[in-house]
C-alpha cells in the first residue's frame, strides 16, 4: 500500500539534505514564523496529507478510512513524541514527563497529564483541531471522549489495544499500530524540517487530518472519521513505539 512511502523497513531516516529550493522555503517559513507562529505546522501539514494521498493510492483512489486511521495513529504518537523530544532537551530522561505502565506481556504504555493535555485539553490539542473541523464539516454527534480513554486503558496490554471500534464495513486495510511503525520513521524528517519546536509536531499531523476530513466530508460522516481519529489516536499515545 505504501510502495512510494517506504520498503519493507526503515530506521529512522537521517535529516535530509536540502537543496537551494528547500533551502529557501525552509528560511521562508522561519521568517514568517516571527508573525505567524503556526506557519510550519500549516505548510508541512498539507506537505504530509499530500505525501500520504500518493502513497495510500491503488487503482481504486484512497480508502479515506485507512488514511483517517493512519493520520491519528500518527497525530497520537506524536503527543508523546514531543514531549519526549522536550524532556531531552532539558536535560532529563526522555520518559521523564509520563506515568509508566508495564502489562503482564512485558510492555510498556506511556500516561500522564502532559500527554493527556497534548490530545485533548490544550488549545492546539488533537481533539480541538480535529473536532472544529469535524464540526465545520457538519459532524452532529461526537466520541464520549472520557469513555475512549477509559476503554483504552481497560483493554491495556491485551488484543484489542488500539483496534478502532468502528464498523465492519468501515474498517481500515492495517492497524493503528502497524501504519505508525511503518510511517512514523519515513515522515519524521519532513515533520522536523517543517516544524524545528516539538510542540508543532502534533499540531501539524492534526491540520493534516483537518485537510483529509474536508477532502473526505462527501464519503465518509465527518462524526465517524472524527471518531476513527480518536479510537488511533488515544491508544497510539501511550505505545512504547520502539519496542511495538
Known amino acids: 500500500m505504501f510502495g512510494k512511502l517506504f520498503g519493507p523497513k526503515q530506521k529512522e531516516k537521517k535529516e535530509p539534505q536540502l537543496d537551494p529550493k528547500t533551502a529557501a522555503l525552509i528560511n521562508a517559513i522561519r521568517e514568517r514564523s516571527k508573525e505567524d507562529p503556526l506557519v510550519g505546522a500549516k505548510l508541512g501539514s498539507k506537505e504530509v496529507f499530500q505525501r500520504l ?3 495510500m493510492k491503488d487503482s ?15 497525530a497520537g504518537y506524536a503527543c508523546q513524541a514531543n514531549l519526549r523530544a522536550q524532556a531531552l532537551t532539558k536535560g532529563m530522561s526522555e520518559t521523564a514527563p509520563f506515568q509508566v505502565i508495564c502489562t503482564k506481556d512485558g510492555k510498556q504504555y506511556f500516561y500522564g497529564d502532559p500527554l493527556n493535555n497534548a490530545l485533548a485539553e490544550s488549545q492546539y490539542s488533537v481533539w480541538g483541531l480535529v473536532g472544529g473541523a469535524a464540526q465545520h464539516a457538519g459532524a452532529k454527534d461526537f466520541p464520549d471522549l472520557h469513555e475512549v480513554f477509559q476503554y483504552t486503558t481497560s483493554v491495556l496490554g491485551s ?8 464498523p465492519e464495513n468501515h ?3 492495517d492497524t493503528p499500530v502497524n501504519y ?5 520513521p519515513t515522515l519524521f524528517p ?3 524540517l517543517f516544524c524545528p519546536n516539538p510542540v508543532d509536531w502534533p499540531i501539524l499531523y492534526s491540520l493534516a487530518i483537518q485537510e483529509a476530513i474536508y477532502a473526505s466530508k462527501e464519503s465518509i460522516d465527518p462524526s465517524l472519521a472524527f471518531r476513527i481519529v480518536m479510537e488511533s489516536a488515544i491508544p497510539m499515545s501511550k505505545v512504547d513505539l520502539a519496542n511495538s
Open 190 to 192: 519532513t515533520v522536523k
Open 159 to 166: 488484543e484489542q489495544f488500539g483496534i478502532p471500534r468502528i
Open 180 to 184: 505508525l511503525k511503518g510511517l512514523w
Open 60 to 74: 481504486k483512489g484512497v480508502h479515506v478510512e485507512s488514511l483517517l486511521t493512519a493520520l491519528g495513529a500518527l
Open 53 to 55: 494521498l500518493d502513497g
Open 171 to 173: 474498517k481500515p486495510a
